[in-house]
T-cell receptor, first 111, second 116 residues
Framework: GENVEQHPSTLSVQEGDSAVIKCTYS??????FPWYKQELGKRPQLIID?????GEKKDQRIAVTLNKTAKHFSLHITETQPEDSAVYFC??????????FGQGTTLQVKP | EAGVVQSPRYKIIEKKQPVAFWCNPI?????LYWYRQNLGQGPELLIR????????DSQLPKDRFSAERLKGVDSTLKIQPAELGDSAVYLC??????????????FGDGTRLSIL
């Protein structure tokens, strides 16, 4: 089955710096790669996703890059702000369509 | 557009008691998912519905968990009897019918279950 590895597990940056979180997956047939942000006690919120026919997608300060050959994709947050502090999860669909989530990255943005 | 609605938000029960969670998906979303999220971990799928049909329930502990989606809209997840290890957040999500394309899944606020 699909295996998803997410790194790092924790990330601390200074406000204004960039943050990068990486996920690797095992099934080369995967074609959809979402990222979720979850604040404490709240729902996972879809913040950006990418399909396998593109290598990069950007939405204001966040971007996702995909390397299908190497089977990894990354979340990039630029000009980080304290409100970016949360747990971020990557996910990859299994061959049955369910999402397999990574272990999560706790991002702390220090003001 | 209203999001995925779940109730209750919190539930505290004693072990061996029954408990039920309710979910109303986003209007027009044919696919509904129930996930369980343990503390410090990502959500894990329990069951997925396409309309009224449960198409993936391989991770549902069927000895004590049951789910239904009788009219293809709202869904209920039940645990009977609850065990201490069932303490978790139960999340509902919905998406358009995937077909050959995987559509984004949108989550509700979840039900935080605590077993005493």
């Amino acid at each position: 089955g699909e295996n998803v590895e997410q790194h790092p597990s924790t990330l601390s940056v200074q406000e204004g710096d960039s943050a990068v979180i990486k996920c690797t997956y095992s099934d080369s047939a995967s074609n959809y790669f979402p990222w979720y942000k979850q604040e404490l006690g709240k729902r996972p919120q879809l913040i950006i996703d990418i399909r396998s026919n593109v290598g990069e997608k950007k939405d204001q300060r966040i971007a996702v890059t995909l390397n299908k050959t190497a089977k990894h994709f990354s979340l990039h947050i630029t000009e980080t702000q304290p409100e970016d502090s949360a747990v971020y999860f990557c996910a990859v669909p299994s061959n049955t369509g369910k999402l397999i989530f990574g272990q999560g990255t706790t991002l702390q943005v220090k003001p | 557009e209203a999001g995925v609605v779940q109730s209750p938000r919190y539930k505290i029960i004693e072990k061996k008691q029954p408990v039920a969670f309710w979910c109303n998906p986003i209007s027009g979303h044919n696919t509904l998912y129930w996930y369980r999220q343990n503390l410090g971990q990502g959500p894990e799928l329990l069951i997925r519905y396409e309309n009224e049909e449960a198409v993936d329930d391989s991770q549902l502990p069927k000895d004590r968990f049951s789910a239904e989606r009788l009219k293809g809209v709202d869904s209920t997840l039940k645990i009977q009897p609850a065990e201490l290890g069932d303490s978790a957040v139960y999340l509902c999500a919905s998406s358009l019918a995937p077909g050959t394309v995987l559509w984004p899944q949108h989550f509700g606020d979840g039900t935080r279950l605590s077993i005493l």
